[in-house]
């Protein structure tokens, strides 16, 4: 059973810096690409970054470019986004996604709010 558990989110005041994790199992971890994915209050979701299958190529969207990174671990199957110079615009719940045999899984998501 693919199970994907997402941790580390939180309140933080603008600037400040958080790293989630997802730890991932029921699967090979390192043969699939990951991804994080946020929906802010009241709208869709919306992908924010991907990595590739042995982490060795990043994307961002536009508004997040230089301030998360995001990382994988092979050998704890899990994957990072570490979240710098956060803004009020960032809190949103963060979830963790793979696409496995054109069928995506999601974690539970975790919270961030940044706010004074």
């Not at 958080?18 to 929906?39: K, N, P």
């Not at 050998?75 to 496995?100: F, G, Q, W």
């Not at 045999?101 to 940044?114: D, F, H, K, P």
């Amino acid at each position: 059973e693919v199970q994907l558990v997402e941790s580390g989110g939180g309140l933080v005041q603008p600037g400040g810096s958080l790293r989630l994790s997802c730890a991932a199992s029921g699967f090979s971890f390192s043969t699939y690409s990951m991804a994080w994915v946020h929906q802010p209050p009241g709208k869709g979701r919306e992908w924010v970054s991907g990595i590739d299958k042995d982490g060795g190529n990043q994307r961002y969207r536009e508004s997040v470019k230089g301030r998360f990174t995001i990382s994988r671990d092979a050998a704890s199957n899990t994957v990072y986004l570490h979240m710098d110079s956060l803004k009020p615009e960032d809190t949103a719940t963060y979830y963790c996604r793979a696409r496995i045999l054109s069928r995506s899984y999601w974690g539970q998501g975790a919270q961030v709010t940044v706010s004074s």
